[in-house]
């Protein structure tokens, strides 16, 4: 009996850990989503210092 005990905490522990882990890659891809929106809204920002330094370098 205190085999199947250990077996059934194990898979509890190990599953628990799957959903830890599985939970923590989704929050950080819905992050980098954000971020990637944010980094969007400002190319043409970027787009136009690249310019101004390719004209002045000229």
């Not at 898979?11 to 628990?16: E, G």
Request: with cysteine; aromatic share 4%.
């Amino acid at each position: 009996m205190d085999t199947m005990n250990l077996l059934g905490l194990t898979c509890a522990v190990l599953a628990a850990l799957a959903l830890g882990v599985l939970l923590a890659y989704n929050c950080c891809q819905a992050l980098f989503a954000v971020l990637r929106i944010h980094s969007d809204s400002l190319e043409p920002v970027s787009k136009a210092n690249t310019v101004e330094a390719q004209i002045q370098a000229s």
